[in-house]
Structures are given as structure tokens and as C-alpha cells.
């Protein structure tokens, strides 16, 4: 058991601070046009479906699975708009400082103010919508002690359940870094990913069986994630770039600008393998639990 033999807290307590986190969020993104507004909410979604995923036995399948998908859904519509802030701030504001004077770079910037404007306008009616209402009335539903199954009144069972989710996340992990020096960007982006969620799952673990293990644990494994911040802003910048090329002329100056950004940006996310792969091995020869 814990560390502190504490009872566990009910999966119920957990989903009514990420709902919380959610509403929070969406309040955020309507009065404040930040790139942080769009990340807070992108991170409470992320939370919710980690937490759908953790604690699927203990849900009735059918709500557990049309919530998750609604959640994914509208992660990928939040995290469109975080993703177009994020190329206009750390990529082309620099770049326009730089080149003052670039027509083909005021274009493209322009043409990026344009899409966030529009974006930011359909997220706000989308978070206003009756869908993402019946969303989160859905999601409400598991505040409730007794929409969960008998299981989740068992720490046993739920400490059992953590554990093994764990071990499962970790494995996956230990098989996207198997090969660290030799990743390509999507590789070490399903690396990345696979990292977040054995960390989502970590972070609820511990809020239920606090452990000075899992939280050993938990710190190291931040310090990895950190150092793949760049790599991961890159793959951003990248998608949301050649999104906007779709209606770019080819051998445009625009098209050739939006190209020698994602390859600047790449360029510039210079990844110290080793001390990457120094920090995957510190993380793994800690214990989980």
C-alpha cells in the first residue's frame, strides 16, 4: 500500500477537480485572447482523458467511451488555435524582428493573425455550444460517487489498477525509447507521447496513493519531458505551417518563407542526445511504486 497507509480518494474526487479545471479553463479562453488561455484548457482536456483511460473498468463503457472521443475531439480543436499561437510568438514574431523588411514573411504573418482570429472565434462558439455542454454534463456525471462501479469503493482494487496502468505505460514507453539516438521527429514525438501519459498516469496515481516513490519518480520523469520541449514546439510549428501552404501558391515567396521556417526551427531544436538518453535511464532505474 502507500506510504502513509492513507485511504485512497474516490476517482469521483478526482474527476470533479479536472471538470473544475475545465470550466476554469473555457472562462479563461472566452475573455482572454493569451496563448495561455488556449493552453490551460488543451491541458485540463488532456487530464480528463487520461483520467477516462485510467479508470475505464471502473466506468460504464458505453458513457466511458463517447466521452473519451468527445474529449479527443475537443482537444484537437483547442489545440489547433494553441498550435497557431505558438507558431506566431516563438517563430515568426522573432523572425520579424530579424527581418523587418520581409514582404513575403508580413505576408505570412498576416495571414497567421488571420487564422487565429478566425480560430479563436470558432473555439469560443464551439466552447458556447450544446455539444460541449452535453459533454461536460456527461463528464459531471462521474463526480458522483455512486455512477462508478463497486470497484472504486476498494483501494485495494484501485491502487491494483493504478499500478498495473503504470507498468503498462511504462512498457510503452520503454519501447519508443529503445532507440533513442536514431529517432526521427515523429518517432521521438510518439516517444514524447508516450512519456505524457505515463506521467498523466503517475500524477493521478500519486493524488490517490501518495508515495515518496511516485513522486521520486514523477520528478525525474518532468526533467525528461522538459528537455523535449523543443522538439515537441517544432512538430507544432510544423504542422500548423504546412496546413497554411495548402493555400499557398507553389514557388510562392510566402510558401518558400513557411518553408525555411520549419526547417530553421528544426534545425534549432538541437536535442543533446546523450544527455537524453542519460535522462531516460535515470527515469527508468527508478522505481514506479
Request: aromatic share 4%.
Amino acid at each position: 500500500m502507500t506510504d502513509a497507509q492513507i485511504p485512497a480518494t474516490h476517482p469521483a474526487a478526482l474527476l470533479a477537480e479536472v471538470l473544475d479545471e475545465i470550466d476554469a479553463a473555457r472562462a479563461f479562453v472566452a475573455r482572454d485572447d493569451a496563448f495561455d488561455s488556449a493552453q490551460a484548457l488543451r491541458v485540463a482536456l488532456r487530464r480528463l482523458r487520461s483520467a477516462l483511460t485510467l479508470f475505464r473498468p471502473l466506468l460504464p463503457p458505453d458513457h466511458n467511451k463517447a466521452l473519451l472521443e468527445d474529449a479527443r475531439w475537443l482537444s484537437a480543436e483547442v489545440t489547433r488555435l494553441r498550435d497557431l499561437y505558438l507558431l506566431w510568438q516563438d517563430t515568426l514574431t522573432p523572425a520579424r524582428v530579424a527581418l523587418p523588411d520581409n514582404a513575403a514573411l508580413q505576408t505570412l504573418e498576416a495571414r497567421v493573425l488571420a487564422r487565429i482570429e478566425q480560430e479563436r472565434a470558432e473555439l469560443r462558439a464551439l466552447l458556447a455550444s450544446e455539444r460541449v455542454a452535453d459533454v461536460l454534463a456527461r463528464g459531471r456525471e462521474m463526480t458522483v460517487p455512486g455512477f462508478w462501479r463497486p470497484a472504486a469503493e476498494s483501494p485495494e482494487k484501485l491502487e491494483g489498477l493504478c499500478h498495473e496502468t503504470l507498468e503498462l505505460r511504462l512498457s510503452q514507453a520503454l519501447k519508443h525509447g529503445e532507440t533513442l539516438k536514431r529517432l526521427d521527429s515523429q518517432a521521438r514525438d510518439s516517444f514524447r507521447k508516450s512519456l505524457r501519459k505515463l506521467r498523466a498516469t503517475a500524477e493521478f496515481t500519486q493524488s490517490m496513493f501518495a508515495s515518496k516513490k511516485t513522486k521520486a519518480f514523477l520528478k525525474q520523469l518532468k526533467k525528461l519531458l522538459e528537455s523535449m520541449v523543443a522538439a515537441r514546439d517544432a512538430s507544432a510549428v510544423r504542422d500548423r505551417l504546412e496546413d497554411l501552404m495548402r493555400d499557398m501558391e507553389d514557388g510562392s515567396a510566402e510558401r518558400h518563407i513557411a518553408q525555411e521556417l520549419i526547417k530553421a526551427k528544426e534545425a534549432g531544436v538541437g536535442l543533446d542526445h546523450k544527455r537524453l538518453q542519460k535522462l531516460w535511464r535515470a527515469t527508468v532505474a527508478l522505481p514506479l511504486y
